[in-house]
């Protein structure tokens, strides 16, 4: 079955993100520019992806506010979610949880772990390598939401219902890795550059580890239509 999924593409040059997530997930993806305020007219997905931006999601921005207000409904009508960086916190302040700038940035190559229980994160190892860049948090989980990843930064993962998300970036390629690196203007040039010379294939491919979670989002929505099927539903529209 060929799984229709929303890419609601906060990025405000939306290249690389279509260009990572279109390789990375096994599904029919239908973008749309959120930061120019496109939407679905309707909510028939079979699942819904929110990318990352370099936006905060407590910007007061009506683009946001948008996204916020289509993104609780689509929720509301039980699609999964799985949301990256922006998305994540996004999600978690959609959901009730708060988000709040962070006292350094995390960017770079880093470690997480995660707690074994959750299915997204199946079949990759309990210390993980991943991408990060970011400079705000989940400093609060939603209500009932349940954490799954963390590092000495914080929340990296978070699961509630049908919603999952994580802070850290899967769908990273190098090129992507050094042009959003390079276009840290506030960090100093030699963080900058150390965190450029630790764009190498080795620590790449150990990060590749984390693709696996695309694998089991997809895997995830095709088991909640087969449920859904099975119980006579039909996909959510917009009434």
């Known amino acids: 079955m060929s799984l229709r999924i929303a890419l609601l593409n906060a990025a405000h040059d939306g290249t690389a993100n279509r260009r990572n997530f279109r390789r990375e997930l096994d599904a029919d993806l239908v973008e749309y520019d959120v930061t120019e305020r496109e939407l679905p007219e309707d909510f028939a997905f079979d699942g819904c992806l929110v990318t990352g931006s370099r936006a905060s999601v407590y910007w007061d921005e009506p683009w946001i506010a948008d996204l916020e207000s289509w993104v609780g409904s689509a929720i509301d009508r039980g699609l999964p979610f799985l949301g990256v960086c922006f998305g994540h916190q996004l999600l978690a302040h959609t959901l009730g949880g708060r988000v709040e700038p962070m006292d350094d940035y995390e960017i770079g190559y880093r ?129």
């Open 111 to 239: 470690t997480v772990e995660h707690d074994g229980e959750n299915e997204l994160l199946d079949g990759v190892s309990d210390s993980f390598t991943v991408f990060t860049t970011h400079s705000d948090h989940v400093a609060q989980l939603p209500p009932g939401a349940e954490q799954f990843a963390e590092n000495d930064y914080g929340v990296h993962g978070f699961r509630k219902g049908h919603v999952f998300s994580v802070q850290f970036h899967p769908e990273y390629d190098t090129q992507t890795a050094e042009t959003v690196t390079s276009g840290k203007d506030e960090l100093a040039d030699e963080r900058v550059q150390r965190v450029i010379d630790g764009i190498t294939e080795e620590n790449y491919r150990a990060a590749c580890e984390a693709k696996q979670l695309f694998e089991n989002f997809t895997e995830y929505v095709r088991t909640v239509q087969s449920d859904a099927t099975a119980r006579g539903e039909v996909a959510a529209d917009d009434d």
